[in-house]
C-alpha cells in the first residue's frame, strides 16, 4: 500500500569514471559496449530525492531544483525513462497512487554539471524504500541504469565497475564495489568549471551514433576493457603512477572516437585543452604524476589527485582564466536512506508542506 502519507528521502552522489562507457549495444536498455569503473563521488557533487505516494495527486509530479518538469521528456529527455521506472516500479509493488518526486541538488544549476548519477541513484533508492520493495544492489542498479547509464555505478560507494554483460536483456549489465570509500580515502576529484551550458548533443544521441559512424571506434570497446582491469588493479594497489596515466589515456580516446564520430561531437573547448597542458606542465615538474585530468561529455575538467597534491593542482589551474567555478569531492560512500516523514500533500498536490527530518 503506497498511500501511506510518507515522504521518503535518500540522496546519492555522483561518480566520475576513470575509464568511460561511450556506445551502447542496446539503445532501449542502456548496455553499453564496454564495462566502465569509477569513482563515487561524495556529498559536493549529490542530488536529494525526496518521494511520497498519494491518492490526493492526480498525476506524478516531479519537481527539479524547485522546478516543475513534466516527466514527458520534453524539456528533459531522461524524464521519459523516469516514468517508465515509476509505472514499472508502481506494477512490481501493485502501488495504484501517484507520486510527487522533490529533487535538489548539492551543486548550483548553472554549474554546467550533470546531475542524472545522482539523481537517477537517489530516485531508485527513494522509491525502493517508499515502495517497501526490498531490491538489492543488482536490482537497483539495473533499474538506474535504465535511466541513465552511468548513474548504475552510483548505486554503490568507493570504486564500482559496470560490467558490460552479454546478456541480452540486461540482467547481467549492473554495476559491482570494487573498494568501498574507506580503501583510498586520499583520493579526490577537483572539478573545475569552465562552461555551463547546456551541450549541443546529448550523451544519448553519442552513445547510438558514434559506435554507428566513426571507423576510430572499433578499436574502443577492447581498449576500455583492457583499461578497466589495469584501473581496478591499480585501485586495489593504490598505485596512482599506473591510475594516472590510464585515466588521461582512456578520456583522450573516447574524446577521439567522439571527434571522428560524423557528425563530429566536441565536447572539449580551449579552455579544457589549456587545463590539460597544466596538468601535464606539473607532472612533468614533480618527475611523476600528481594529477589526471579526464573529461565526461562536456569541457569541465575533472583532475584526480590525492589530498597531498590538492594545493598544488589548484595552484597549476589558478593561472588558467576562464575557470567560472572549483567543486572538490572526496570518494562518497554511496546512497543513503536520510529518513522518512509524513507528507502533508495539499489536493494540489503541490508538495510536502513540512522538510523530511534525519533518521
Ligand atoms: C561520458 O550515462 O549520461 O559520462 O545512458 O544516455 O544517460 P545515458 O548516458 P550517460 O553517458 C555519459 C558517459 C560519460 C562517461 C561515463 O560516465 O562513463
Given at each position: 500500500?503506497?498511500?501511506?502519507?510518507?515522504?521518503?528521502?535518500?540522496?546519492?552522489?555522483?561518480?566520475?569514471?576513470?575509464?568511460?562507457?561511450?556506445?551502447?549495444r542496446?539503445?532501449?536498455?542502456?548496455?553499453?559496449?564496454?564495462?566502465?569503473?569509477?569513482?563515487?563521488?561524495?556529498?559536493?557533487?549529490?542530488?536529494?530525492?525526496?518521494?511520497?505516494?498519494?491518492?490526493?495527486?492526480?498525476?506524478?509530479?516531479?519537481?527539479?531544483?524547485?522546478?516543475?518538469?513534466?516527466?514527458?521528456?520534453?524539456?528533459?529527455?531522461?524524464?521519459?525513462?523516469?516514468?517508465?521506472?515509476?509505472?514499472?516500479?508502481?506494477?512490481?509493488?501493485?502501488?495504484?497512487?501517484?507520486?510527487?518526486?522533490?529533487?535538489?541538488?548539492?551543486?548550483?544549476?548553472?554549474a554546467?554539471?550533470?546531475?542524472?548519477?545522482?539523481?537517477?541513484?537517489?530516485?531508485?533508492?527513494?522509491?525502493?524504500?517508499?515502495?517497501?520493495?526490498?531490491?538489492?544492489?543488482?536490482?537497483?542498479?539495473?533499474?538506474?541504469?535504465?535511466?541513465?547509464?552511468s548513474?548504475?555505478?552510483?548505486?554503490?560507494?568507493?570504486?564500482?565497475?559496470?560490467?558490460?554483460?552479454?546478456?541480452?536483456?540486461?540482467?547481467?549489465?549492473?554495476?559491482?564495489?570494487?573498494?568501498?570509500?574507506?580503501?583510498?580515502?586520499?583520493?579526490?576529484d577537483?572539478?573545475?568549471?569552465?562552461?555551463?551550458s547546456?551541450?549541443?548533443?546529448?550523451?544519448?544521441?553519442?552513445?547510438?551514433?558514434?559506435?554507428?559512424?566513426?571507423?576510430?571506434?572499433?578499436?574502443?570497446?577492447?581498449?576500455?576493457?583492457?583499461?578497466?582491469?589495469?584501473?581496478?588493479?591499480?585501485?586495489?594497489?593504490?598505485?596512482?603512477?599506473?591510475?594516472?596515466?590510464?585515466?588521461?589515456?582512456?578520456?583522450?580516446?573516447?574524446?577521439?572516437?567522439?571527434?571522428?564520430?560524423?557528425?563530429?561531437?566536441?565536447?572539449?573547448?580551449?579552455?579544457?585543452?589549456?587545463?590539460?597542458?597544466?596538468?601535464?606542465?606539473l607532472?612533468?615538474?614533480?618527475?611523476?604524476?600528481?594529477?589526471?585530468?579526464?573529461?565526461?561529455?562536456?569541457?569541465?575538467?575533472?583532475?584526480?589527485?590525492?589530498?597531498?597534491?590538492?594545493?598544488?593542482?589548484?595552484?597549476?589551474?589558478?593561472?588558467?582564466?576562464?575557470?567560472?567555478?572549483?567543486?572538490?569531492s572526496?570518494?562518497?560512500?554511496?546512497?543513503?536512506?536520510?529518513?522518512?516523514?509524513?507528507?502533508?500533500?495539499?489536493?494540489?498536490?503541490?508538495?510536502?508542506?513540512?522538510?523530511?527530518?534525519?533518521?
Amino acid at each position: 500500500m503506497a498511500d501511506s502519507n510518507k515522504i521518503f528521502t535518500a540522496a546519492a552522489g555522483s561518480n566520475i569514471a576513470f575509464i568511460k562507457y561511450w556506445g551502447r549495444r542496446d539503445d532501449a536498455l542502456n548496455l553499453p559496449a564496454n564495462s566502465s569503473i569509477s569513482m563515487t563521488l561524495d556529498s559536493a557533487v549529490s542530488t536529494r530525492t525526496s518521494v511520497a505516494f498519494s491518492r490526493k495527486l492526480d498525476r506524478d509530479r516531479l519537481y527539479i531544483n524547485g522546478e516543475e518538469e513534466q516527466l514527458d521528456g520534453s524539456a528533459n529527455e531522461k524524464t521519459v525513462f523516469m516514468k517508465r521506472i515509476l509505472d514499472h516500479v508502481r506494477s512490481v509493488a501493485k502501488a495504484k497512487e501517484h507520486v510527487l518526486i522533490v529533487s535538489e541538488n548539492s551543486f548550483p544549476s548553472s554549474a554546467g554539471m550533470a546531475s542524472s548519477a545522482s539523481g537517477a541513484a537517489a530516485l531508485v533508492t527513494a522509491l525502493d524504500a517508499a515502495l517497501g520493495m526490498g531490491m538489492d544492489e543488482r536490482g537497483k542498479s539495473i533499474l538506474t541504469r535504465q535511466i541513465s547509464g552511468s548513474a548504475c555505478r552510483s548505486v554503490q560507494g568507493g570504486f564500482v565497475k559496470w560490467n558490460r554483460g552479454v546478456e541480452k536483456d540486461g540482467a547481467d549489465s549492473y554495476a559491482v564495489q570494487v573498494a568501498d570509500e574507506r580503501h583510498w580515502p586520499e583520493l579526490m576529484d577537483i572539478i573545475a568549471v569552465v562552461d555551463a551550458s547546456k551541450k549541443r548533443v546529448s550523451s544519448s544521441e553519442g552513445h547510438s551514433s558514434t559506435p554507428k559512424t566513426s571507423p576510430l571506434y572499433a578499436a574502443r570497446p577492447a581498449f576500455a576493457e583492457r583499461g578497466v582491469g589495469v584501473v581496478e588493479k591499480a585501485l586495489v594497489a593504490r598505485d596512482f603512477q599506473t591510475l594516472a596515466e590510464a585515466i588521461m589515456r582512456d578520456s583522450n580516446n573516447m574524446h577521439a572516437t567522439m571527434l571522428d564520430t560524423w557528425k563530429p561531437i566536441m565536447y572539449l573547448n580551449d579552455k579544457s585543452r589549456e587545463i590539460m597542458y597544466a596538468v601535464e606542465d606539473l607532472n612533468s615538474r614533480k618527475r611523476g604524476y600528481v594529477a589526471a585530468y579526464t573529461f565526461d561529455a562536456g569541457p569541465n575538467a575533472h583532475l584526480i589527485t590525492t589530498r597531498e597534491h590538492r594545493k598544488e593542482v589548484l595552484g597549476a589551474i589558478d593561472a588558467v582564466s576562464g575557470i567560472s567555478r572549483v567543486i572538490e569531492s572526496g570518494v562518497g560512500a554511496g546512497p543513503e536512506l536520510l529518513g522518512e516523514a509524513e507528507a502533508l500533500i495539499d489536493a494540489a498536490g503541490l508538495g510536502p508542506k513540512r522538510p523530511p527530518r534525519k533518521a
